[in-house]
């Protein structure tokens, strides 16, 4: 499953946007998983926050250095919207509409009766379940003017932009080519940031919930461990129980959790976990992504290999 809220056909390069820098990666083989390229060019701080293009002079400036050290001039690009602006919700709808008048249905539906928290949305319609009694889809939407904001800075530095994605889909493409996930299993993914992170629930390779969290933003895991550890693990259960009671009625909950991001404690943000969900939790990334540079690919450029990995 992908995401279109731009897509025209080309040999795509893929980059992502992110509050400390802007990475490039390029797939050399998918299986096994090896990259040709995994680069990268630190942000100044305060050029993007809270997901919001802040200070667009400096970013395009890094922009237009990576184009010129990476190639990237009139190259199509992918990029990821920020998850502060991405809501996913699953949605019922009538019986009696087609699967081609779905995006049309949605179309009217948004803003009358299905409130999104922006007032500009750009969607896509997935369908779900659509052969039961109460049909559903999954609504994937992002706000325009900010998706609008990445595209022209992309555009401004000459590369073009074709393909918006999320990063849970991004990362659930890696952390699935490592892990085989089955349908019947119901993955809680936590991505891990400096001071935020974003829970996501699969089933059926699915993603039926989504979740930023903002952390404390006095304290970084690196600086004091327990406490970013603590506000993790209460809020990754909150979101847990949520979709156990209030999505499933408390029949069906989270199998296995799968953690993305750099830890200043793995095992041991591992064992802390295990023991509060009682339940397996493993990093995205099983096996070291090795590239033409490393033998092993630092994990912050998972979301951009993940990202790489669509439609390949």
Request: charged share 25%; net charge negative.
């Amino acid at each position: 499953m992908a995401l279109s809220f731009l897509s025209r056909k080309a040999r795509v390069a893929t980059i992502t946007i992110e509050e400390d820098a802007i990475r490039y990666v390029d797939l050399k083989s998918r299986l096994p998983l090896q990259l040709s390229v995994a680069e990268e060019l630190a942000l100044p701080s305060g050029a993007i926050e809270d997901g919001k293009i802040v200070d667009a002079e400096a970013l395009g400036s890094v922009l237009d250095k990576a184009v010129n050290q990476w190639g990237l001039s009139k190259k199509s690009v992918r990029f990821l919207a920020p998850d502060e602006f991405v809501i996913i919700r699953k949605v019922p709808y009538p019986e009696d509409v087609a699967a081609d008048e779905l995006k049309g249905h949605f179309f009217i539906e948004i803003g009358a009766t299905l409130y999104l928290p922006f007032e500009d949305p750009v969607f896509e319609v997935v369908p779900y379940h659509t052969d039961t009694e109460q049909p559903e889809v999954i609504i994937i939407a992002s706000k325009e003017s900010v998706v609008s904001d990445y595209e022209n800075a992309l555009e401004r530095v000459k590369m073009k932009a074709v393909i918006a994605d999320i990063t849970p889909l991004a990362l659930y493409r890696l952390a699935h080519l490592q892990h085989e996930f089955t349908e019947d299993e119901h993955i809680m993914l936590i991505d891990l940031q400096s001071k935020k992170m974003t829970v996501t629930i699969f089933h059926e390779h699915y993603p039926l919930f989504m979740r930023p969290v903002d952390l404390d933003d006095t304290i970084t895991i690196s600086e004091d461990p327990n406490a970013v550890m603590e506000i993790i693990e209460e809020e990754a259960e909150k979101l847990a129980n949520f979709y156990r009671f209030n999505m499933n009625a408390g029949e069906l909950g989270v199998t296995k959790v799968v953690c993305n991001g750099e830890y200043h404690d793995w095992d041991a943000f591992q064992a802390r976990l295990e023991e509060r969900f009682a339940l397996p939790v493993h990093p995205v990334v099983l096996e070291d992504i090795p590239s033409e540079g490393s033998n092993a690919v630092p994990g912050r450029f998972n979301r951009a290999i993940g990202l790489a990995l669509k439609e390949v």
